[in-house]
């Protein structure tokens, strides 16, 4: 008797679980990424200290990658899901604390997402809470100050009518990252929280979204380099994206936080089918925290003071006409740059995470690929224009791309004597050494490209994509970049001759999605 009542309360049990089951719908979706890259992004071929020539183009030629993606929904209504997404990966092929060595067994699993999507009962407001997907508003091309990165928020959208909604969200990109060491206070003023609202307005052919955004920097939230520190990673965040190179100088002040604003314009019309036109206005805008002594390049012992304030703009535009060959269509875009006098701070707009794709070398991220040419750049204190055929195809299932893009920058070449925007032209101690910077003089922080207004780049694009089955695409992707960079303006900068090179780039990719 006993064994059958225990055989039944374990039927139950799995009667009651399949039940609870069968409750919930689980799909499933991911993409399986392969890429090979052959190229060269290094800006300069050799460096001269006064001392002889030193080659600077010592990186890996080629390049293999992989990821895996997958995401998993738990969908129990309309109403309410759930969805998990992780990724294996990028693993490049080789290394080993990426798990693509001998033996594979690198941990490289990530959580990239993971939230909640449910609508208030009785009304139609929808609420995401968790670590998900943010892009602010954009047109013309992909955002310029929030775009495509996961971050943990909360985000409400309401849909007024089928011409009006609006969106709300609080998202904390940073947070608890700070610590000064055994006996200090630990995660004291080191949150980024960020409040925005935009409007989303469709009419008949025409579709318009103005957006605001505020945001408070706790002075720790970047703060990362002495003894027993630790934090965020500045030369990867979004300490130096919001202000100019400042050393101390936003811990060492009595401000608290730092306050930032941005706005923007997108502007889609579609009325005029098959001509598509995009307009985008940004304005962005973050308080000064402090001033700090910036060192004059072309004097070692002499220094200026300036200003942590950042404050700048950007407009870009597209314009293109559907035809039955192909997509034939113009680009271009304006952002300020930086004027020579530092006390006034830096005037190109600050940003949280950008990636232009107007062009394919020094501007989309293909990051399963060799990752030697992908940039991922923003547009601040440049201008471009371009002209480009998307969809051109001959051959059923495949395209092409083509594109020219001729950019230059906006930034007075004559603050370049001080060196506020360059924190890793300095060596452990504190000292200036152009070494540091020798295989990429002209990259901001390792991430951006400083261009200024004697310096300009051409670049040639021809990508093409072919779909081999219904789920399996294949792209080959072309660029070559003639560099014309300024090296006399950038020698006197840094004390050293630079003897410059272009940049090329071939990305293979393969993209199994299901």
């Not at 004097?299 to 870009?316: C, F, H, I, M, Y």
């Not at 003897?499 to 090329?504: E, L």
Request: glycine share 10%; hydrophobic share 40%; aromatic share 12%.
């Amino acid at each position: 008797m006993k064994k059958l009542t225990t055989l039944a309360l374990a039927a139950a049990m799995v009667m009651g679980a399949a039940t609870c089951a069968s409750a919930i719908d689980f799909k499933a979706k991911g993409q399986w990424q392969f890429g090979f890259n052959v190229g060269d992004s290094t800006m300069t071929n050799k460096v001269n200290l006064g001392n002889g020539s030193h080659h600077t183009d010592t990186n890996d030629i080629f390049g293999a990658r992989q990821r895996v993606r997958l995401q998993l929904d738990a969908v129990a209504s309309e109403a309410l899901s759930g969805t998990v997404f992780f990724e294996i990966g990028h693993q490049r092929w080789g290394q080993g604390n990426s798990g693509a060595a001998m033996g594979a067994d690198g941990q490289v699993v990530k959580v990239r997402q993971a939230y909640l999507d449910w609508v208030v009962p009785q009304t139609d407001l929808k609420i995401r809470m968790g670590i998900q997907n943010l892009s602010l508003p954009s047109a013309a091309g992909d955002g310029n100050v929030l775009d495509n990165t996961d971050t943990a928020a909360i985000v409400a959208s309401y849909q007024f009518n089928e011409n009006v909604g609006a969106t709300l969200m609080w998202a904390r990109p940073y947070n608890d990252n700070f610590s000064y060491g055994s006996g200090r206070t630990n995660n004291a003023l080191d949150n980024v929280d960020l409040f925005m609202l935009s409007v989303p307005l469709t009419f008949d052919g025409v579709e318009v979204t103005p957006w605001v955004m505020y945001g408070m920097i706790g002075k720790n939230a970047f703060y990362n380099g002495e003894p027993g520190e630790t934090g965020v990673n500045t030369s990867e965040a979004l300490g130096n994206y919001l202000y100019g190179y400042a050393k101390d100088a936003n811990r060492n002040t009595g401000k608290g936080y730092a306050s930032a604003f941005w706005f923007g314009l997108p502007i889609k019309v579609t009325a005029f089918d098959p001509l598509n036109v995009e307009l985008d206005i940004n304005y962005g805008y973050v308080s000064k925290m402090g001033r700090y002594d910036a060192i004059n390049m072309y004097d070692l012992n002499k220094s200026g003071r300036a200003s942590t304030q950042r404050e700048g703009w950007l407009v870009k535009a597209l314009v293109e006409y559907k035809m039955d060959w192909g997509t034939p269509g113009i680009f271009g875009w304006y952002a300020s740059g930086d004027d020579k006098n530092i006390k006034n701070g830096s005037e190109r707009m600050p940003y949280l995470y950008a990636e232009q794709k107007f062009t394919s070398m020094l501007g989309e991220d293909v990051a399963y690929t060799g990752g030697h040419t992908d940039m991922k750049l923003s547009l601040d204190g440049s201008w471009g224009i371009g002209l480009q055929v998307k969809d051109l195809s001959f051959v059923e299932d495949l395209k092409h791309t083509l594109r020219v893009a001729y950019y230059g920058g906006t930034n007075d070449h004559k603050v370049l004597r001080y060196a506020y925007f360059a924190d890793n032209m300095f060596n452990d101690r504190g000292q200036f050494d152009p070494r540091d910077v020798m295989t990429n003089p002209w990259a901001m922080n390792k991430k951006d490209l400083y261009l200024t207004d004697k310096d300009s780049i051409l670049e040639f694009n021809v990508n093409s994509y072919y779909q081999i089955y219904e789920n399996l695409k294949m792209g080959l992707e072309l660029a070559y970049a003639v560099n014309m960079m300024d090296s006399d303006t950038w020698s006197k900068a840094t004390g050293a001759s630079y003897s410059r090179q272009d940049m090329w780039s071939a990305d293979l990719t393969f993209t199994y999605s299901f």
